[in-house]
T-cell receptor, first 114, second 114 residues
Framework: ETGVTQTPRHLVMGMTNKKSLKCEQH?????MYWYKQSAKKPLELMFV???????ENNSVPSRFSPECPNSSHLFLHLHTLQPEDSALYLC?????????????FGPGTRLTVL | GENVEQHPSTLSVQEGDSAVIKCTYS??????FPWYKQELGKGPQLIID?????GEKKDQRIAVTLNKTAKHFSLHITETQPEDSAVYFC?????????????FGGGTRLMVKP
């Protein structure tokens, strides 16, 4: 595997379900991000983890719960979602060093909430 | 917080012509400005970026210009090809002083007609 991978690529869930999205980066980076991409809104940052600590929680509802067990893996745990949470969820990674800001994205998980 | 506006939302050009996409940002402390290309079913791919200490950067057919005083930056694609057809996003960031958060523009759908 190379780059940033995400599983599953597609997910359909009911409002009462609990599911998790997984992201893995193979770039040796130490920062990871979750973004939400909706049809009608720009890409929105949800969470940032740097050196496995959450740096930014961008006012995301508590029904989204991130987890970063190590620098290579990032999860987004989902529970009691709403239909408006249907979107493409993108993971990205970068290296936290001076002058390095480039973020590299995975292919995303297309989530549909029924 | 930062606000990034991107224009136009759609752009149609003839193969071989040039394409220009413009973005404005609101936070004068932003110092990193990447451009991403997103093809159908894929995550955004970084194509070029520029930092606030540079006015222009070029990579083959792609160039980016930055005007810090006016707080705007532009993407220029010359000799467009059908494979350039995609959605392009600009973004702005204050770097690791602010968690390396990216604020994205709304995107431009570029269509290159053969």
């Amino acid at each position: 595997e190379t780059g940033v991978t995400q599983t599953p690529r597609h997910l359909v869930m009911g409002m009462t379900n609990k599911k998790s999205l997984k992201c893995e980066q193979h770039l040796g980076h130490n920062a990871m991000y979750w973004y939400k991409q909706s049809a009608k809104k720009p890409l929105e940052l949800m969470f940032v983890y740097s050196l496995e600590e959450r740096v930014e929680n961008n006012s995301v509802p508590s029904r989204f719960s991130p987890e970063c067990p190590n620098s290579s893996h990032l999860f987004l745990h989902l529970h009691t979602l709403q239909p408006e949470d249907s979107a493409l969820y993108l993971c990205a990674s970068s290296q936290r060093t001076s002058g390095a800001n480039e973020q590299f994205f995975g292919p995303g998980t297309r989530l549909t909430v029924l | 917080g930062e606000n990034v506006e991107q224009h136009p939302s759609t752009l149609s050009v003839q193969e071989g012509d040039s394409a220009v996409i413009k973005c404005t940002y609101s936070d004068s402390a932003s110092n990193y400005f990447p451009w991403y290309k997103q093809e159908l079913g894929k995550g955004p791919q970084l194509i070029i970026d520029i930092r606030s200490n540079v006015g222009e950067k070029k990579d083959q057919r792609i160039a980016v210009t930055l005007n810090k005083t006016a707080k705007h930056f532009s993407l220029h694609i010359t000799e467009t090809q059908p494979e350039d057809s995609a959605v392009y996003f600009c973004a702005a960031s204050r770097g690791w002083n602010a968690g390396n958060m990216l604020t994205f523009g709304g995107g431009t759908r570029l269509m290159v007609k053969p």
